[in-house]
């Protein structure tokens, strides 16, 4: 193949790993193209152990290249993601600007008083994910502050483990206990009502911001049990349902609402004028378990639609990919779900950065930790938190 032919015969490719095994594929299946050169950039990627995350924790991490934005932003595996936790915020921040200026101001106060000064409302959305994963050149200070810790004492908080038995109907058992995302959240609207002190308050500002985009994300609320997919990890939140060792029914779900960092800005206009709060009149609860319990019954139709339209393949262990038509829907629920995260997230912080008021939702009488839980303080002498992305450069990283 020569250089003139590059472009024709499609041998320059960029996106996800999938989409370039694809693309040669289809190079070696159409003939002799001559000699190939494949190169592969992977920027500080991110290990994403879900196992750790428990039972519906994210697969084992999968590589993913950066297309726009390749010089400026290093690529990370995917997380819902943390470019769809930064639309989120900065959503709910334009709302309460709109709505709600003395919120708007308070907000900016706790984020202004940050110690480690973590940045702007989308980059504390992020943070919490971070932690788990710390940027390989930044681990050290996050070692130092004791966000590592931290990381690995709230992983259960990001999610709720939900069985889902095909062709159940009925409102589903939602499991109790404090390790839940119907724990962690509570307590920290606890904690950012309380404001005990300048960390501890942006701490739990960054899980407030972060974990109602988690509770808004179908898979954060479910997990499959079938034959294949058994107690007690299931499928850990769609990460063991894969089509390819690059993608997964959980990471399909999880970059739906912003795959780039060039791409936030844009999103958190596009949904702000596609979903006005009209949208949502008939959403009402504040009720956290309501919530949960809705993601859930959106993950049955995410499961119903894969499973009808695509085929397992027992040696494998992988199922066939899902159709356009299916990622399209996705897509739209997704972005659906996250404008509905931002309202009620907007909420949340009307109630609780209010003057004298405890703000947090109830939980259904299941799961209020005690505020501070899980906090590791970081004493005095920790170095600050560098090298943050700009909302605009945001690495990208694979969740549960």
Same mark, same amino acid.
């Given at each position: ?5 590059? /472009? ?25 193209? *001559? ?19 428990? +039972?519906?924790?994210?697969?084992? *991490? /999968? ?55 973590? *940045? ?40 709720? $483990? ?14 109790? +206990? ?78 739906? /609402? ?28 504040? $009720? ?44 739209? /629920? ?58 605009? *450069? ?7």
């Amino acid at each position: 193949m020569n250089e003139g032919d590059k /472009v024709a015969a499609g041998a320059t490719f960029s996106g996800s790993l999938h989409d370039i095994f694809e693309g040669i594929h289809g190079l070696l299946k159409s003939g002799n193209p *001559g000699p190939l050169r494949v190169v592969y950039i992977e920027c500080g990627a991110a290990p994403a152990t879900n196992g750790a995350d428990s +039972g519906a924790a994210g697969a084992a *991490g /999968v590589p993913a290249t950066s297309t726009g934005d390749m010089a400026g932003s290093p690529a990370y595996t995917l997380e819902w993601n943390l470019q769809g936790h930064a639309v989120i915020a900065y959503m709910a921040e334009q709302i309460l600007q709109d709505e709600a200026p003395e919120t708007y101001r308070a907000l900016l106060d706790v984020i202004a008083a940050d110690p480690f000064n973590r *940045g702007d409302v989308g980059e504390l959305a992020m943070w919490p994910d971070r932690i788990k994963h710390p940027p390989p050149k930044e681990r050290d200070t996050y070692q130092q502050n004791g966000w590592i810790a931290l990381g690995k004492q709230t992983q259960p908080w990001h999610f709720i $483990d939900i069985p889902y038995h095909p062709g159940t109907t009925g409102e589903p058992e939602i499991p109790g +206990g404090d390790d839940t995302i119907l724990g962690g959240l509570p307590s920290q609207l606890a904690v950012l009502a309380a404001r005990p002190d300048p960390e501890r308050t942006a701490n739990a500002l960054g899980f407030v911001l972060h974990l109602v985009g988690d509770l808004h994300q179908p898979l954060h609320c479910a997990c499959l049990a079938t034959e294949h997919y058994k107690a007690p990890k299931f499928d850990m939140g769609g990460n063991l349902v894969t089509w390819s060792k690059s993608s997964s029914l959980h990471a399909l779900w999880d970059d739906s /609402v912003a795959a780039k960092a060039s791409q936030v800005a844009s999103t958190t206009a596009k949904l702000l004028e596609k979903f006005p709060r009209s949208a949502f009149d008939r959403e009402t609860s504040q $009720d956290l378990t309501d919530w949960a319990r809705d993601s859930h019954m959106v993950a049955r139709k995410a499961y119903d639609r894969f499973l009808a339209e695509t085929t397992y393949d027992a040696q494998t262990q992988r199922y066939t990919a899902p159709s356009k038509a299916y990622r399209a829907w996705a897509l739209d /629920v997704c972005q659906e779900r996250a404008a509905l995260a931002a309202y009620r997230l907007a909420d949340l912080l009307v109630k609780t950065l209010r003057a004298g008021g405890n703000g947090h939702a109830k939980a259904g009488g299941n799961g209020h930790a005690k505020a501070g839980n899980g906090h590791a303080k970081a004493g005095n002498g920790h170095a600050k938190a560098s090298g943050t992305a700009t909302a605009t *450069g945001k690495p990208k990283r694979r969740r549960r």
